[in-house]
């Protein structure tokens, strides 16, 4: 009788400790019987599992995340892999791979948003109706100083430029950009 459904009702209402009447009362009110909690659950508290007779798991979700937790081993910080790919070598003298290196690293968080900080020439504080603030590649773009930067306003920004005989378009590389 163990191999039929009805054999198996009794044994997993045996199980629960409760009558077959009792179980199957349970069952038809939207619970089941979680086999690592040994409690009753809403069926909305297992995932779906449609390997199985009645397609909901044997055990609900927080019983899962409490064993998958027990077995999570973390990796220590100093044996953790960088995300992405190896960063390429610096390449002197390229203007893109430099204002891309400090757009990652304010992305990232690792280096302040040029808006939070005062202009490094005129000292201008940022407000939202006004110029906004960029950082300057003071020392240029070679290979050794992708990271050497300060955080001035556009007009200072400008006026650096036209200082150092930049000529072409900072945003967006579209003309002839000369880096000295």
């Known amino acids: ?7 198996r009702l009794k044994q997993l209402a045996a199980r629960s400790g409760l009558s077959v ?9 939207g619970e089941r019987w979680c ?5 009753f659950h809403r069926i909305t508290a297992f995932h779906i599992d449609r390997s199985r007779n009645d397609g909901v798991a ?3 979700r927080e019983a899962k995340n409490r064993k ?3 077995r999570h081993v973390p990796v220590p910080p100093e044996k953790r892999k960088p995300m992405g790919p190896p960063p390429e070598p610096p390449r002197g003298g390229d203007v893109k791979q430099a204002r891309q290196r400090i757009n990652v690293l304010v992305r990232t968080g690792h280096l302040p948003h040029p808006n939070t900080l005062p202009c490094s020439d005129c000292g201008h504080g940022y407000t939202p109706d006004e ?3 960029e950082y300057d590649h003071y020392l240029g773009y070679a290979a050794e100083h992708h990271y050497d930067v300060q955080a001035v306003c556009t007009i200072c920004h400008r006026k650096r430029g036209d200082e150092r005989g930049e000529t072409g378009q900072i945003r967006g590389y579209r003309g002839r950009f000369t880096a000295h």
């Open 1 to 7: 009788m163990a191999g039929t459904a009805e054999g």
């Open 21 to 29: 009447e009792d179980y199957q009362a349970r069952l038809d009110s």
């Open 35 to 39: 086999f690592a909690c040994c409690t």
């Open 58 to 60: 044997r055990i609900c």
């Open 68 to 70: 998958s937790r027990a």
């Open 131 to 133: 110029r906004r603030h």
